[in-house]
């Protein structure tokens, strides 16, 4: 979901830019990645949100009412006569399924099948979208639907540019571009922005050759910035555009404090993160200087509870850990495989501090990104019950009518090549051997380090199996 160049693979398999996803799970219905969207915890995976960067991960079948060259036709025609946003759905789920057998259905037939009562004609958006979300539900996967606009703008608390913009390569040229219609009201949308775009600068720092992933790292450079500036070329004509930030009053989700110190003067940062959304890199950094600046010699890392959120949060995140390690494969439908690895130099902690990993049955999704990446890598040891098991990712693509489309586009590999999905992170040490009984929410009583043994974490964090990870 979310490097912003496309890798020489086949013609439907998912770009790096694609795979910023939602890829969370709920608190309180694991079985339904997307209930209660407006409950302040869901958070997908995505260039958006989740790629949710203000880089969601998208790639709009249509720009400007044209159909997109790039996104798939049904062989059955000789073009999409549908309404717009149903064509839109129909061509990305035929370009970037995980599930390239559609639920064993034939896709150009499920095109006629699910559009059959509606006219070709229609303007009416409600029957419109029902035969969408009918077609998405073909498809059998329960974190795959339709966001009506309001779940849509809402999931734009994993918009890490905070101006309501999709950002991604011209699979042509190379250059970032808008891929997607601006949020309705958003900054970028009451500046003008339009879908393809060009965005040859940001704060003055030149584009070309960069990843998304640089873009955010720039941004997140200075976090409380109120305002961001986009070079832009538009037609022939090129322009700064200098849009206010809005960040629909994220919570942050990062929570620490210094826990406890040994008998042998080590002391211990404990560092709960409830959720991995547009502000918790930058917290989560901070607090690790933090912590390291206050002496701390060890670390608990507590993500019990933890739904998910935005996918490149927990690589990034990854990167405070250690430095240029791969953090994890991501497999597309194809069977190509995209290596995500980490910053280089942007390590927050001394890197022979030891680290204790606690998870849980509701630890999910970009959860279970970091705590494979830091674990196979022997960066952390994980402790605790098994974790949820949602190794998929999710892309959400905005529509031209303002709805969102959400897709599962690729399954993730740990960096030792495990699939954890519907099988979890199992955990080095069990939930009796050195959590405390009570849960993370219960304050102090749920952060007590005091049985967790850093010698042993030391121990297993030498492991020689290690080595053969590049």
Same mark, same amino acid.
């Given at each position: ?185 958003? =900054? ?5 922005? #339009?879908?393809?775009?060009? +965005?040859?600068?940001? %704060? /003055? *720092?030149?584009?070309?050759? !960069? ?106 995140? =990854? ?5 240029? #390690?791969?953090?994890?494969? +991501?497999?597309?439908? %194809? /069977? *190509?495989?995209?290596?995500? !690895? ?129």
């Amino acid at each position: 979901l979310c490097e912003a160049f496309t890798l020489p693979t086949p013609r439907r398999s998912i770009q790096r830019a694609e795979l910023t996803s939602t890829n969370a799970v709920t608190r309180n219905h694991l079985d339904d990645c997307f209930n209660d969207i407006c409950d302040g915890f869901i958070r997908p995976t995505l260039f958006a949100a989740a790629l949710a960067a203000s880089i969601f991960s998208s790639q709009p079948a249509f720009a400007d009412g044209a159909p997109n060259e790039d996104v798939a036709q049904p062989t059955t025609s000789s073009k999409l006569n549908g309404p717009p946003a149903y064509d839109e759905a129909w061509g990305l789920i035929k370009k970037y399924a995980l599930d390239q057998k559609y639920n064993g259905q034939d896709w150009d037939e499920a095109y006629a099948k699910y559009l059959k009562d509606v006219s070709t004609t229609s303007t009416d958006e409600g029957q419109i979208m029902k035969a969408t979300s009918n077609l998405v539900g073909s498809l059998g996967d329960k974190y795959s639907r339709v966001l009506d606009k309001d779940m849509y703008t809402k999931i734009q608390k994993f918009d890490l540019i905070g101006v309501g913009a999709t950002l991604m390569p011209d699979p042509t040229t190379k250059e970032i571009i808008v891929g997607a219609p601006p949020v309705q009201d958003s =900054a970028a949308f009451q500046a003008g922005l #339009k879908v393809g775009d060009a +965005v040859l600068a940001v %704060n /003055g *720092v030149d584009t070309m050759g !960069r990843t998304a992933f640089d873009i955010i790292d720039q941004i997140s450079e200075s976090p409380d910035a109120s305002k961001v500036t986009f070079t832009i070329r538009s037609g022939g004509e090129y322009r700064d555009v200098t849009m206010k930030r809005e960040l629909l009053e994220v919570k942050d989700p990062v929570s620490y404090r210094v826990s406890e110190t040994r008998a042998d003067g080590t002391k211990v940062g404990y560092v709960r993160v409830s959720e991995f959304n547009s502000r918790v890199k930058p917290s989560l950094d901070a607090a690790l200087r933090d912590l390291e600046g206050q002496g701390v010699g060890a670390y608990v890392l507590d993500l019990r509870g933890n739904p998910g959120g935005a996918f490149q949060s927990a690589v990034e995140i =990854a990167g405070l850990f250690m430095s240029d #390690k791969l953090a994890t494969d +991501v497999v597309d439908g %194809n /069977g *190509v495989a995209l290596k995500f !690895r980490t910053s280089t130099n942007k390590v927050a902690i001394d890197p022979s501090d030891p680290i204790a990993i606690w998870v849980d049955g509701r630890s999910a999704s970009a959860s279970e990104v970091l705590s494979g990446a830091l674990r196979d890598n022997c960066r952390a040891v994980v402790m605790g019950d098994q974790s949820f098991g949602k190794g998929l990712v999710q892309a959400v693509y905005g529509l031209k009518n303002g709805y969102g489309l959400v897709l599962t586009v690729a399954k993730y590999l740990t960096p030792n090549g495990t699939d954890i999905n519907k099988v979890g992170i199992v955990p080095d040490v069990s939930k009796e051997d050195a959590l405390p009984s009570s849960p993370g929410f219960v304050p102090f009583f749920g952060s007590d380090t005091s049985r967790v043994d850093f010698n042993d974490v030391k121990t297993r964090m030498s492991s020689p199996m290690c080595s053969s990870i590049e």
